[in-house]
């Protein structure tokens, strides 16, 4: 088996890097794939939280870099889905614990095991950023449409364009949308954020209160099917698994009853 | 005078817009590593090349940076009036 390793990185921190791992993890495997998070923020670790696993961590990344134990022995098992596992980062250790090259032979040996290798990225551009690329075959880019957040996704982006022999494909994912606030003229749409960094869009995740509660249960994408931020990052999955899925109609998301109306009579209202 | 304000926004002052364009222009410094005196300086320098070629019409004279893909253009327009003798 040869899986596909992808990372998932940002430059910012804050905007949803850990958050989208965790959901796009679970609606990956939940489509029968068999996928391993791996969490790069060595001493700042937090998908094992997201996950619901924090109880279940026995060994982490840098035991099995250090052949302290088995890379099996490391992986923690989900509580729902048999195909998914999580790599947890080590807790009390730092970025300077691994190296790139450790990364590498790492990554090739997960995607031996599973079809989708996610690994989480640290915020930043520096050695915890090199290490967690340095495996990885292709990249998704999460940002916010504020102009901090975009900033930095460009940055990650020429960093990402100069490893074009290692890092095939890299896309985007616009994070926390407000379509009212974008109706309004107050915040940059996702058209705005497209032009202005002129990448190829994965997928665009509305804010959603929903989102803390699944964190808060540690339990991604358990809302169900109504969860607007859910159905973003099931779409994003069938996207990655080189699915058309047509992009969520945002207007619809706010809808009162006459915005319902118009846009049954003007259906070409979306993103 | 929220509503009235509403009512007479035109297009392009809204704070969507203004940070696109903002967003826009320092994308492109920040892609070229470009300092910030560094255009304006150019500027002068192009302006006093043409000048001695050309009369030139400084108030409709237009310089600025585009952005095609994730590269960067100088646009440059210098309405000729009369060539110098």
Redesign the interface.
Known sequence: MSGRVIVVTSGKGGVGKTTATANIGVALASTGASVALVDMDIGLRNLDILMGLENRVVYNLVDVVEEKCKLRQALVKDKRLPSLCLLPAAQTRDKSAVNAEQMKKLSDELKTMFDYVLIDSPAGIESGFQNAIAGASEAVVICTPEMSAVRDADRVIGLLEARKEEIGQYRLIINRIRPQMVKSNDMMSVQDVLEILSVKLLGVVPEDDEVIVSTNKGEPLSGGENVRAGQAYRNIAQRLKGEEVPFLDLDSLNATWLSKVVSFFNPTARV | MQVLNWFF?TKGD????R??D???L??IH??LELPPDRLASLEEELIAVVSRYFEIDRDTTRFDLQ?Y??RAALVANFPLLRSKS
């Open positions: 926004r809204d704070v969507r817009t940070a696109k903002r967003m826009r320092m994308l920040d892609r952005q893909e994730r």
